[in-house]
């Protein structure tokens, strides 16, 4: 992935709109405007490390899901399954695994409640493994709309009087809880209510503090946690629902987004094979009844070193416009529970220098994400009203030969050599941000070093060779 500072300063990505104001448009002409079009977000393999990518794949191999979706939350459901058995340390802080995250997309063809499905599944099986084990079913919500109600599903025994009567109540002995919320959107508009407290509960149950609020009866709280969260919502509406306040105020970096569109049209999906599942099964319950007992996760030597010498300095030394950093923030924190998951998923005591470049695979599609959805979203509604325009580019493509076809081939003969007053090479970068976001995508798009710049080559995916590459 080319540098982020080279994104920035090379797309505009509307950074002068996040530090709060718009530049003019820029033309090709006076120099200011560059032809640099972001491609959407793409999950570099190592990320689906051993069996969670064996899993992936084989949820994705008959049917539309999302890969990159499916693991997320094959993760997060594992996460919530193994509880506070497992942990790691940063400096005096003792950390359990709660992971957070949003699978962000196209409406409807983004497949985020598809990729679900086959991880739900997973899960009800190595229940009924573990069952007479001692594993208890995990709690879920679909659904959050106030702090309270979250609270009130893994509440701590409390008591209260009504005139001469006391009433007790014995709370939650299991503190386990996956939110699986397929509308977050909703999350966040209830969140921008006055006197709301979600925003803030959900904060504190990243955290791992005491969850507490008043309401009209008893101060509840809840003690001793464990939750974790993963939703789902449209690209278009993260960026109209996320408040200023929510992008600013370290609520929306607790949640790594993580982009989702489909790849490929299956009319006749066909369920993941059974045995198949069976083994899938019996790995994660060896895996969740094994990190039962490990504790503290660790680094061995080798992912140690690696984490000093390269990542942790590459991640510290990264710069941000406010905004893109603000969403970006807990990234170290992030890279370390996804690395001791993916380990602990991998049935390993230790976190291994694999497992630490797979966690860092997940945040660099995290970067992808939220520079693709919060830097051409607002463009990108613009050039969906203008299919029309799209479908020509293609067209032109394919005239141009259809393969490796230089953005600036294309923008030329799109506005016949910027001479054109009704189109111009504004219009045709913003159009090729649109088709980006196509599922199935309709072109490939290869960027390549030209004079020290990065430029676009468009190629029709029916054409294209990885090979090639």
């Not at 689906?48 to 979706?69: I, K, Q, T």
């Not at 020509?392 to 016949?416: Q, Y």
């Amino acid at each position: 992935m080319a540098d982020l500072t080279d994104f920035i300063s090379l797309y505009g990505q509307g950074a002068a709109a996040h530090q709060g104001g718009r530049k003019k448009a820029a033309t090709a002409e006076d120099g200011e405007f560059s032809e640099y079009v972001l491609p959407r977000p793409v999950l570099h393999e190592s990320a689906l490390h051993g069996m969670l990518g064996r899993m992936a794949e084989a949820a994705c191999s008959n049917s539309e899901a999302v890969p990159a979706s499916v693991a997320i939350h094959i993760l997060a459901r594992f996460a919530a399954t193994l509880g506070r058995k497992a942990y790691i340390e940063i400096g005096d802080h003792r950390r359990h695994l709660r992971m957070f995250a949003l699978i962000v997309g196209p409406t409807a063809k983004g497949r985020k409640g598809t990729s679900s499905e086959m991880p739900n599944r997973l899960f009800e099986a190595v229940e009924r493994n573990l069952c007479p084990y001692g594993l208890l079913p995990l709690e879920k919500l679909t659904a959050l709309s106030t702090g309270e109600g979250l609270i009130q599903k893994v509440r701590d025994p409390y008591s209260w009087t009504t005139g001469d009567k006391e009433h007790n109540d014995p709370g939650v002995l299991d503190k386990r809880l996956l939110c699986d919320i397929s509308e977050f959107a909703g999350v966040l508009a209830q969140g921008r209510r006055e006197g709301a407290t979600l925003s803030t509960v959900l904060r504190d149950a990243f955290d791992g503090v005491m969850l507490t609020t008043p309401s009209a009866t008893a101060f509840r709280r809840a003690s001793d946690t464990h939750v974790c969260v993963v939703g789902s919502v449209p690209e278009t509406e993260i960026v109209k629902s996320l408040n200023d306040i929510e992008k600013t105020n370290g609520f929306a970096n607790r949640f790594p987004m993580f982009y989702s569109a489909r790849t490929k049209i299956v009319p006749s999906p066909k369920p993941t094979d059974p045995m198949l599942m069976a083994q899938f099964a019996q790995h994660v319950s060896s895996a969740l009844w094994e990190a039962a007992s490990i504790g503290l996760v660790e680094m061995d030597d080798d992912a140690q070193s690696l984490w000093e010498t390269t990542l942790y300095a590459r991640i510290e030394d990264q710069t941000y416009p406010e905004l893109i950093g603000s969403l970006l923030g807990r990234r170290s924190l992030h890279t370390m529970i996804f690395a001791a998951l993916i380990a602990l998923f991998d049935r390993k005591s230790k976190i291994n220098a694999d497992h630490l470049l797979a966690a860092d695979a997940w945040m660099e599609y995290w970067e992808q994400t939220v520079l693709f959805v919060f830097s051409t979203a607002e463009s990108n509604e613009k050039a969906i009203k203008d299919k029309a325009l799209q479908d020509r580019l293609v067209k032109m493509i394919d005239e141009l030969g259809g393969v490796k076809v230089s953005h600036s081939a294309l923008a030329m003969k799109a506005t016949n050599k910027y001479q054109r007053r009704d189109l111009t090479a504004v219009d045709v970068k913003r159009a090729m941000e649109a088709l980006q976001r196509e599922s199935p995508p309709r072109i490939h798009t290869e960027t390549m070093t030209t004079a020290g710049r990065p430029a676009n080559y468009y190629t029709l995916i029916d054409l294209y060779d990885a090979s090639d590459e």
